[in-house]
């Protein structure tokens, strides 16, 4: 076993400067005029020759392709210039859906693969679809879906990068359940938001409460809103220097941080083909609490090839803002970029009465992230929240929503006794 595992890492390695030698650069720049490239471009023969679960490189379209559902591709530009692709995955029943779509809303460092690369069977989008659902999934700006923009290019201009999660809540997700609509016929979306997902619709409903009657139902997995109480090591970290990281960083030419086919992601994936629980699995016990095993070992292979999807490293600063400020607000430019943006010398807190949509958490009692005195907290702001479900297993952490096998019993169950009453 200690050979076999020795063999392993050799062949990681020589894969990785296989990778290096190749593809990867790192130019220099003059300050922020133009970004560093350091993106390495996917080479699927090497993962194939190297034993890679073929479910770690498989796009959206493919992963449904090979599971038997058929999906569509379709994009959206938003208000400001951004080019967003979203995913449709076709009711797979024998009469047309007379259910309202769903929209899926993925969250940090993920994409709309989030919702279905746990495979056919618990995958929640396929699961969806199963059930005469017709599922839309979404895709923010910046991730490996939706790096497209009317004037700018992700890859080299500094101004693509410059937005937070506010942007995806006052642009992305309001351009996405516009566009369902039109094309579906219907005048409401059932929501499904996971995280981050969350936090747009908050952003959303708060900033733009006239979408509020556009929402049937929203079911709201590990939420994210108020951070005053969050427990995740990395994320306490690296919020008390995160305004200098972003200055630094943007002084380097780097704006974007652990996006997909970037040297730390492809080294991650690599890893995680070879002990997925030891690396993998104890990078998300840090970050988010999870425990080690409760998720497939082999599920943890094939997640590593979808997230750590890119992020901003203002969107990043944004949430390191709500650690440190303990509050749920905009954010914070500074005084002069405060008057220049909102008129007023600090951020205003988003205005959680505004969203009147029905809301159901679904919280844990191990997440570090959303942990649940921030949740509760959460509950107390919204005026029609409908239950505060809490996962009655004490492992449960902040991504079991989505990939272990007790979504079955624990997350289904309660997801379909609303969609079905509200249907």
Not at 134 to 162: C, L, M, Q, T
Not at 165 to 192: C, R, S
């Amino acid at each position: 076993m200690y050979h076999l595992l020795c063999v392993k890492i050799i062949l990681t390695i020589l894969f990785l400067k296989i990778c290096h030698k190749n593809v990867f650069s790192l130019h220099p720049i003059n300050r922020t005029e133009k970004l560093i490239s350091y993106t390495i471009p996917e080479k699927r023969g090497l993962k194939k020759a190297f034993g890679y679960d073929e479910d770690t490189y498989l796009n959206f379209t493919e992963l449904t392709t090979k599971y038997n559902y058929p999906s569509e591709e379709h994009t959206v530009t938003t208000e400001d210039g951004y080019i967003l692709t979203i995913f449709r995955i076709l009711a797979k029943c024998n009469a047309p859906s007379r259910h309202y779509p769903v929209l899926l809303m993925h969250g940090v460092l993920d994409s709309s693969d989030g919702w279905i690369i746990a495979g056919s069977e618990i995958g929640i989008g396929f699961v969806l679809a199963r059930n005469c659902y017709d599922v839309w999934a979404a895709n923010h700006r910046g991730n490996s879906y939706s790096r497209k923009h009317v004037r700018f290019d992700a890859n080299i201009d500094p101004e693509y990068w410059d937005y937070t999660f506010d942007e995806h809540g006052n642009y992305d997700l309001p351009a996405t359940v516009d566009y369902v609509l039109q094309n579906t016929g219907k005048a409401k979306i059932n929501f499904i938001g996971h995280s981050q997902g969350t936090t747009n619709f908050y952003v959303m409903n708060s900033l733009k409460p006239q979408y509020n009657e556009m929402i049937n139902l929203s079911i709201h997995l590990a939420p994210v809103a108020w951070l005053k109480n969050t427990e995740s090591i990395i994320s306490i970290i690296a919020a008390q220097g995160s305004g200098l990281i972003k200055q630094f960083l943007s002084d380097i030419g780097i704006r974007e941080f652990l996006g997909k086919n970037h040297i730390i992601h492809v080294a991650f994936e690599a890893l995680c083909q070879l002990v997925p629980d030891e690396i993998c699995g104890t990078m998300l016990a840090l970050t988010v609490g999870y425990v080690q095993g409760t998720i497939n070992p082999k599920r943890i292979s094939v997640i590593f090839g979808h997230v750590l999807n890119g992020v901003s490293i203002k969107n990043a600063d944004h949430f390191g803002q709500l650690i440190r400020s303990g509050k749920f607000q905009r954010y914070d430019e500074g005084i002069s970029g405060n008057l220049k943006r909102y008129g007023r010398q600090h951020p205003a807190n988003y205005n959680m009465s505004l969203v009147t949509a029905p809301v159901v958490l679904v919280s844990a009692k191990r997440d570090w992230l959303s942990s649940v005195k921030d949740v509760k907290i959460l509950c107390s702001k919204l005026p029609n929240l409908l239950e505060n479900y809490e996962i009655p297993l004490d492992y449960w952490s902040h991504h079991n929503h989505l990939w272990d096998d007790n979504i079955k019993e624990y997350i289904f169950p309660k997801m379909f006794e609303y969609l079905n009453k509200y249907n």
